[in-house]
Every structure is written in structure tokens, then in C-alpha cells.
């Protein structure tokens, strides 16, 4: 798991890194002596070259654009880590069940439980809280045992909804940061145009304000509406997983159920 999460960190990194260059090597190079550059004419071919770089882009989006870097960059990592770990090697794996399957007929349960510690699976979780307390309280029915397992599965699925819910979170964040950047923007500049006569150059720098607080919540739309998208590929696997793993849990407690009965018919016929 924390070899994973640092791929995941070293990729953003990676991301990142790239991004500086890609956005260094955008950025127009110094005219040789005797050439003349005409700054209108560039911003005419590409009039969003400037937002393409990271000083540009905090120019023209103010304050807020400090929050939506932070956001785009979390919601990147979550991502990436999602991916790799939103599988079905961490919550139930074959491996996993053949052994359990195994041990249970065997009615070996201390080899069991030495199993699930080494696992780092959620059936393995749920299978060692139910085997810790059938071991410790070796006179509890296996109704009482049903339920200690079926509150562990509760929690193990609820935790596994929490994770990529805050990717969720950051898509319905994003847009409203970028709505008050844009909010915010507007009042600056209608402050400004106010305290001016009406005019034509006021005119259109208030179009050139508009334009610029506008770029807020276009800033925040392209990280909300991929996030939302991931978190809803995401929310279909987990709840794939989930029923995964509950039929897994139903199949060990019937296990259990099983030998169950034939302890107590044992105990019966001495």
C-alpha cells in the first residue's frame, strides 16, 4: 500500500514537473537584435497563451487561483490512487477465500486468524474480527457471532465509500471556488469602473474584467467536471466490491454455520 501511494506521488510529481516545462517552453523567446515583435499579433494567434503558464494564470484569476491549483492537484492524486487501489485484490481475492475455505473445514481456526493478519484485504479484516471474538468468547452462539460479523462488513464498506467520497467533495468544491473568484473579480471590477466617467475605454475594460473573473469558474468547472466523472466510476466499482465481498462473507459464515452444527452434534453424542 505505501509503495503505491508513493508511485502515485511520484507520478504527480512527474505531472507536475512536466507541466512547468510545457508551460516554460510556451512562453515567447527574446527577439534577436534589429527584429521587431508585435505583442498584439501574438496575442492574436493564441489569446489564451498567457493562461497557459502558471504566472499568467494567477494574473488573470486573482486570489482564488492559489485554492484551485491546490484543488486540481489534490483531485489529480486522488485519482491516480484510486486506480491503484480501488481493486479487487484489496477487498476479496480468490487466494484469499481458497485458503479461508480450506482452514475452516479444517476447523483451523489460529492458523486462520494467522492468515488474516498477514492480509491486508477487507474480508480478511472482517474474518479476523469474527474469528477474535468466536475465539475469545467460545460460548457465544453463532447468532452472536453473525452479528459481530455483519457490523465489521458494515464498517469495511462504509470505509470504502468515505475514501473516494472526498472526491466527490473536491468536484462540488471546485465550481463554487471558482463562482466566488469570479464574484469577486466582478466587484473589483466594477469598484474600479465606478470611480471613472462612462466611456468607451471604461467599456471595455470592463469587458477585459468580465472576461478575465469569467476565467474563475471556467478554471473551476474543468476540475469539478472530472472529478465528478472519476468519482462516479468509482462509486460503481466500490459498490461492485462490496457485493463482492458480501457474498464472500456469506460464504465463510456458512462455513462457520457448518461446523457449528457439527460441534454441537458432537458434543451431543457424548
Known sequence: MHRKIFFALAVLVALVFTMT????????????????????????????GDVLTFNGFVKRTGVMAYPLIILSMIAFFMIVLFTFTVRQGTVVSDAFMNSAD???????????????????ECIARI????????????TASFEEVKEVTEAEGNRQSSLLLA?????????????????????LGMITTFHEISGKGV????????????????????SGLIIGIPSLMFYAIFRGKVNRLISEMEAATTHLMALLAVQYKRAARAVAGQ
Open 102 to 120: 480450506a482452514l475452516i473445514r479444517k476447523q483451523d481456526y489460529l492458523g486462520l486468524l494467522a492468515v488474516c493478519n498477514r492480509r491486508n
Open 163 to 183: 475514501r473516494i467520497a472526498y472526491l466527490g467533495d473536491v468536484g462540488a468544491i471546485a465550481p463554487m471556488l471558482g463562482l466566488l473568484g469570479t464574484t
Open 21 to 48: 516545462l510545457k508551460a516554460q517552453a510556451q512562453q515567447p523567446a527574446p527577439a534577436a537584435p534589429g527584429v521587431t515583435v508585435t505583442t498584439a499579433a501574438a496575442e492574436e494567434d493564441n489569446p489564451y
Open 199 to 218: 466611456g468607451g475605454s471604461n467599456q471595455l475594460g470592463l469587458a477585459q474584467g468580465v472576461s478575465e473573473a469569467l476565467l474563475c469558474t471556467a
Open 127 to 138: 474474518t479476523s474480527k469474527t474469528l477474535d471474538f468466536a475465539t475469545r468468547n467460545p
